[in-house]
């Protein structure tokens, strides 16, 4: 299978790749919680970097990473078409925003993990903070890993 990883920045023109990553978020992160569609735009969508995987002409997994601050930001909606899931995408996706992140001077990456995907995020380097807490009706946990020369 081949895969070809895009970085943008999302802008306000319509973009098809854009619609097809909105399509997947909702599908793997929201629909399943009973959520209606929209549900899955960012507060800060504009503002956020996005990191996409391509095959086929098919986008089949996802990352944004929201800015907050010097050196720092949050990781959020990563999401990988089920049919995908166990490939290594979200790993990629994981390694390459990290990255491109350390490269542009960043030094640390938060998130807020699901409780379900806590194991996922400490195999790749993320420790947890503090307790659990509820976010979208599920619990979660944040979750924290240096990058750049810390790595």
């Keep these: 299978m081949s895969v070809e990883y895009l970085h943008y920045v999302h802008a306000a023109v319509a973009d ?11 599908r793997v992160l929201r629909e399943p919680l009973g959520f209606e569609r929209g549900s ?3 507060t800060d969508e504009a503002a956020c970097r996005h990191l996409i995987a391509v095959s086929a002409g098919e986008v089949i997994g996802c990352v944004l990473f929201h800015p907050a601050g010097r050196g720092s930001g949050r990781m959020l909606q990563l999401a990988v078409d089920p049919r995908r899931r166990l490939s290594g995408i979200g790993r990629e996706l994981v390694f390459r925003l990290e990255g491109e992140l350390a490269d542009d001077g960043y030094r640390d990456v938060m998130l807020h993990a699901r409780e379900e995907v806590v194991e996922f ?11 659990a807490f509820i976010e979208i009706g599920i619990p979660h946990v944040i979750m924290r890993k240096p990058i750049g020369t810390a790595r």
Aim: glycine share 8%.
């Design 16 to 26: 098809p790749l854009h619609e097809r990553e909105l399509d997947l978020r909702f």
């Design 40 to 42: 899955e735009i960012y």
């Design 121 to 131: 995020y400490q195999k790749l380097g993320y420790r947890c903070e503090g307790t």
